[in-house]
């Protein structure tokens, strides 16, 4: 099983927590991370980008000159593709980019990150990170205790309170998640990820199945 080390953020002690190795301790496999990354990236792509067919450009409903006769090549309309100021052909279109990915590709990618971070030594189980008030002055000095900043940052709680939102928003590079809404692409971005008790505990049961 492999030894995470553990702050007490109170007091700043450390100790070493075992963890689950169905989770934490399993070969990363890259071509989920791949697959998962990409998953992400496609779902956030807008997809608005658009251009207008000859049917969308204002003006051409005359016909330029009559069909024989003239000498020149047979047109029907001036927005046609081949003219200047004319139509777009198989221009984009507005679509969706996202795409299925099954529930077990995205599991065995979530514990092939969390097992890497594992691996690079930057995963770090603290007991919790209790704000009474939003504060980011505070929370900015909690981290830094801890040794985290300068650095991208992912906090991940069981839930999450308001206070550690607001607080983290502010901060450049840090990032807060819960357990039912931690993605791949979070572990993978961060440097450092700090799971409280209750998120690794959770982990454990989820993804362990």
Same mark, same amino acid.
């Given at each position: 099983?492999? @030894?995470?080390?553990? =702050?007490?953020? !109170?007091?700043?002690?450390? @100790? %070493? &927590?075992?963890?689950?190795?169905? =989770?934490?301790?399993?070969?990363?496999?890259? +071509?989920?991370?791949?697959?998962?990354?990409? +998953?992400?990236?496609?779902?956030?792509?807008?997809?608005?980008?658009?251009?207008?067919?000859?049917?969308?450009?204002?003006?051409?409903?005359?016909?330029?000159?009559?069909?024989?006769?003239?000498?020149?090549?047979?047109?029907?309309?001036?927005?046609?593709?081949?003219?200047?100021?004319?139509?777009?052909?198989?221009?984009?279109?507005? $679509?969706?980019?996202?795409? &299925?990915?099954?529930?077990?590709?995205?599991?065995?990618?979530? $514990?092939?990150?969390? #097992?890497?971070?594992?691996?690079?030594?930057?995963?770090?189980?603290?007991?919790?990170?209790?704000?009474?008030?939003? #504060?980011? &002055?505070?929370?900015?000095?909690? /981290?830094?205790?801890?040794?985290?900043?300068?650095?991208?940052? *992912?906090?991940?709680?069981?839930?999450? #309170?308001?206070?550690?939102? *607001?607080?983290? $928003?502010?901060?450049?590079?840090?990032?807060?998640?819960?357990? &039912?809404?931690?993605?791949?692409?979070?572990?993978?971005?961060?440097?450092?990820? /700090?799971?409280?008790?209750?998120?690794?505990? !959770?982990?454990? %049961?989820?993804? #362990?199945?």
């Amino acid at each position: 099983m492999p @030894s995470i080390p553990m =702050v007490d953020v !109170s007091d700043g002690s450390r @100790s %070493e &927590k075992a963890l689950s190795d169905a =989770v934490f301790g399993v070969k990363p496999n890259r +071509h989920l991370l791949y697959e998962a990354v990409k +998953h992400y990236r496609a779902a956030r792509h807008r997809g608005t980008h658009a251009t207008k067919n000859r049917a969308a450009v204002s003006g051409g409903g005359a016909k330029p000159w009559r069909q024989k006769g003239t000498g020149r090549a047979r047109v029907g309309s001036s927005r046609n593709p081949l003219w200047r100021k004319g139509g777009t052909a198989f221009g984009p279109h507005p $679509r969706d980019y996202s795409f &299925k990915l099954n529930a077990k590709v995205q599991i065995g990618a979530l $514990r092939s990150a969390l #097992s890497l971070r594992v691996q690079e030594e930057g995963l770090t189980v603290v007991n919790e990170l209790v704000l009474e008030k939003p #504060s980011t &002055k505070t929370l900015k000095g909690q /981290l830094e205790k801890l040794g985290v900043l300068p650095g991208r940052v *992912l906090i991940v709680d069981l839930k999450p #309170s308001d206070a550690l939102y *607001l607080s983290a $928003r502010n901060m450049r590079g840090v990032e807060v998640r819960s357990t &039912k809404a931690l993605h791949t692409y979070d572990v993978l971005e961060a440097r450092t990820v /700090l799971l409280s008790e209750k998120a690794a505990a !959770s982990l454990e %049961e989820r993804l #362990s199945r």
